[in-house]
């Protein structure tokens, strides 16, 4: 009988990461951004400055940028030139599109923002991606300017995780890595000089007025929703 290896974890490398990405970009109806876009601006426009020059970082295929345009004049930023591509061709000329980057080319941008959209991008990322990730952001933010990250709230990873019967690894369908609470999704921005200035839990995929009262009832009594939206900014000085 053949001895076999057993079944573990996967650990993520940046060419896997890229690999299931690529995959992922084939399939348009499954980006949390073409699904909930708009219910994420509608929650979230409210904290831009007025007259914003915003940064969509970690734009993907550009279905959120594709609607921030529409409010406010928008750069995006991604470490996929495939995800780059297509964001040209769902956007197409606009006016308020600013410039698509990917992310070896931000160091020399010469430009900085007055906010950053960072959605459901930081449960992605890997150990070694945390903090040259807050640096390249708080670089490109004025002083005072703001980040506005999304991110599931406090999900349990293994209710995703799936099995590779090929390499006999298990890991998340959609690549998440880790899983944030209000204080620790607070505190990892903390760490890295942001200040604090909202933490609030949603649910984005909430239609209609009934469902988004509960939303905001859940909020109210203390209640885990299941997205979580951090606002942090630069400090002025």
Not at 16 to 21: A, G, H, L, M, R
Not at 74 to 100: Q, W, Y
Not at 201 to 209: I, L, N, P, Q, V
């Amino acid at each position: 009988m053949i001895a076999l290896e057993p079944i573990e974890p996967l650990e993520w490398t940046d060419e896997q990461v890229s690999s299931i990405w690529e995959y992922y970009s084939t399939r348009s109806e499954m980006y949390f951004t073409n699904l909930f876009g708009e219910q994420i601006l509608e929650e979230t426009t409210r904290y831009l400055p007025n007259d914003a020059v915003v940064c969509d970082y970690g734009c993907g295929a550009g279905f959120l940028l594709k609607r921030l345009v529409e409010h406010c004049v928008s750069s995006g930023v991604d470490h996929t030139r495939a995800n780059l591509e297509k964001t040209a061709e769902i956007i197409g000329p606009h006016k308020n599109l600013a410039g698509l980057y990917h992310i070896s080319e931000i160091e020399n941008l010469g430009r900085v923002f007055d906010a950053i959209y960072f959605v459901e991008t930081i449960e992605h990322l890997l150990d070694h991606h945390i903090a040259p990730t807050m640096e390249k952001m708080y670089a490109l933010l004025k002083p005072g300017g703001i980040i506005i990250c999304t991110t599931p709230h406090d999900e349990d990873l293994s209710e995703q995780e799936v099995y590779c019967p090929t390499t006999r690894k298990t890991f998340h369908r959609y690549q998440h890595v880790r899983s944030f609470t209000k204080d620790s999704l607070r505190k990892d921005f903390e760490n890295f000089g942001f200040e604090h200035v909202i933490s609030f839990g949603t649910d984005f995929t909430a239609r209609g007025f009934k469902a988004q009262m509960k939303t905001r009832l859940r909020e109210y009594l203390g209640r885990k929703n299941p997205h979580l939206v951090c606002i942090v900014k630069r400090p002025k000085s």
